[in-house]
């Protein structure tokens, strides 16, 4: 059974920071991309980062600089570091886990809340 349990949300202060960690189980997690994506209320789920097997990189632009995905194979987990949170930054963080060969498997976790306000 596969499992993505994401932890390490919470309330933060507006410039704080928080590490998000996503931790999976039931795959080879070193031959699967791994990626962090958000949903505010009232909003469509966006990529946030994403990281690929060979640990390529890529970022939303409106956390570029602010932001970084990280994995490590021998704990089977991704991170998210996030430093100087906005309140815009305030969403349901979901961990996603997708590879394409050699049969395309695209898995979720259940989300960890970020909020970030005074």
């Known amino acids: 059974q596969v499992q993505l349990v994401e932890s390490g949300g919470g309330l933060v202060q507006p410039g704080g920071s928080l590490r998000l960690s996503c931790a999976a189980s039931g795959i080879i997690f070193s031959i699967y991309a791994m990626a962090w994506y958000r949903q505010a209320p009232g909003k469509q789920r966006e990529l946030v980062a994403a990281?690929?097997?060979?640990?390529?990189?890529k970022y939303a632009d409106s956390v570029k600089g602010r932001f970084t995905i990280s994995r490590d194979n021998a704990k089977n987990t991704a991170y998210l570091q996030m430093n100087s949170l906005k309140p815009e930054d305030t969403a349901v963080y979901y961990c996603?886990?997708?590879?394409?060969?050699?049969?395309?498997?695209?898995?979720w976790g259940q989300g960890t809340q970020v909020t970030v306000s005074s």
């Open positions: 996603n886990a997708e590879k394409s060969y050699p049969r395309p498997s695209n898995y």
């Open positions: 990281i690929t097997s060979s640990s390529s990189t």
